[in-house]
C-alpha cells in the first residue's frame, strides 16, 4: 500500500507519499481499499499541529474516505467483506488502504458513487446537526448560510430546502453565489461588494434571518448577528476565516436571541442512536434526491498537495475529493 505520512506535523509539504506495509485488522477494525477521500478544513489543520486532535507520529492524514471492505478483525459484525463503506475516522484516509474502526464505518446501499460517499459524513452530518436538532429549524423560517459555496455551506443549502425553509447564500463571488442558487437557494449576498447587514434588511423586509448558519467566523460573524431576527439562533459551526469572533453580549439580550454551540463529533459520541438515526435519515434523502454533495473536482490520490493547495486558496466550491 502507498499513504501519505506525516511525520512532522509543520504544514504540507512535510508530508511524503510512501510505500508501508498492508496491515492485518486487529479486534474491532476493518481493513478498507479506499476509493476516495474528500479534503476537509480539519486535514488542513492536522498537518499543521492547529487541530484539536493531535494523533501519535507518524500519522496518515485524510479524515473521511469511502471504499470496500477487504478484511475484518475480531468481533466485527455488522460488516462483511466486499462491501462498500463510508466512514469519518479522523485520519488515515489519504493512502490506499486504512486500517479503519469498524464501529465507524457506515455500510452503503447499492449505487451510492465513492465520491458521493467520501464527501457525504462530515459535511451533511455537520449541517443536519446543526440546522434540524440544535438550531430547531421549522418550515417557512428564513436562514442566513455564510460561507455557503463551502461543502458544508452547500450541505446547509440542501438540508434547509429540504426542510422547508426560506435560504439566503452569503458567499464572497459571483461565481459562487450562482452556485448557490443552482443547490436551491432562494437569494444571494456577495459579501465582497453588498453591506451584508443592508442586503439582509432588504431581503426579509427588515425581519432579519430566523437562523444563521456560521462555519467561517471572523469579520462577518458581528454585522450576521447584528442582523438577526427576534427569537433567532445563531449557529456557530465553525471558524474557516480564522480569527474566532468575540460578539457584545448585549446583542443576545436585545435580540431575545440564542448563540448556540454546534459540536457535531461530540453529538455523534455522546448519542450515537440519535446520530444513527440522523444518518438513515440523509440516506434516505440521497436516495431520493432531495441532497447531494457538491463536487469541485475529483484529483489522484498521488496529488495531495496540489489539493491542499487549492482549498487553501478559497476557490474551491463544494468538496475536493481525492481518488485511487
Not at 479506499?34 to 507520529?57: C, G, H, R, T, W
Not at 484516509?93 to 457525504?120: I, N, R
Not at 434526491?289 to 475529483?298: E, L, S
Request: net charge neutral; with cysteine.
Amino acid at each position: 500500500m502507498h499513504a501519505w505520512l506525516c511525520s512532522n506535523p509543520i504544514g504540507v509539504d512535510a508530508l511524503n507519499w510512501q510505500e508501508l506495509p498492508t496491515p492485518t485488522p486487529g479486534p474491532g477494525q476493518a481493513l478498507i481499499h479506499i476509493e476516495a477521500a474528500s479534503l476537509n478544513f480539519p486535514d488542513l489543520l492536522i498537518v499543521q499541529n492547529k487541530y484539536q486532535m493531535k494523533p501519535p507520529l507518524p500519522f496518515v492524514p485524510g479524515s473521511e474516505y469511502a471504499g470496500v471492505v477487504l478484511a475484518l478483525g475480531e468481533g466485527v459484525t455488522h460488516l462483511r467483506i466486499g462491501q462498500s463503506v463510508a466512514c469519518l475516522s479522523g485520519t488515515g484516509g489519504f493512502g490506499t488502504h486504512t486500517l479503519a474502526p469498524a464501529k465507524l464505518c457506515m455500510p452503503l446501499p447499492e449505487g451510492f458513487p465513492a465520491v458521493d460517499a467520501a464527501a457525504f459524513i462530515m459535511t451533511y452530518a455537520t449541517s443536519h446537526h446543526a440546522l434540524i436538532d440544535r438550531g430547531q429549524l421549522k418550515a417557512g423560517e428564513t436562514v442566513l448560510v455564510l460561507g455557503a459555496a463551502g461543502g458544508v455551506g452547500t450541505a446547509a443549502i440542501q438540508i434547509a430546502k429540504a426542510a422547508g425553509a426560506r435560504v439566503i447564500a452569503a458567499a464572497s463571488t459571483d461565481t459562487k453565489c450562482a452556485l448557490c442558487l443552482s443547490q436551491g437557494a432562494d437569494a444571494t449576498i456577495n459579501y465582497s461588494t453588498q453591506n451584508l447587514r443592508e442586503a439582509l434588511k432588504s431581503l426579509t423586509d427588515g425581519k432579519g434571518p430566523d437562523v444563521v448558519y456560521d462555519p467561517v467566523g471572523g469579520e462577518m460573524a458581528e454585522p450576521a448577528f447584528r442582523s438577526i431576527a427576534w427569537r433567532g439562533r445563531y449557529l456557530v459551526v465553525g471558524f474557516a476565516a480564522g480569527p474566532i469572533p468575540a460578539l457584545p453580549w448585549n446583542l443576545a439580550l436585545l435580540k431575545g436571541a440564542s448563540i448556540v454551540g454546534v459540536f457535531w463529533g461530540d453529538f455523534s459520541r455522546r448519542e450515537p442512536q440519535a446520530n444513527a438515526a440522523m444518518m438513515q435519515t440523509l440516506v434516505q434523502w440521497y436516495e431520493q434526491g432531495k441532497i447531494k454533495p457538491v463536487i469541485d473536482h475529483t484529483l489522484p490520490m498521488s496529488e495531495l498537495k496540489q489539493a491542499y493547495a487549492e482549498m487553501g486558496s478559497r476557490g474551491v466550491m463544494g468538496k475536493l475529493v481525492m481518488v485511487n
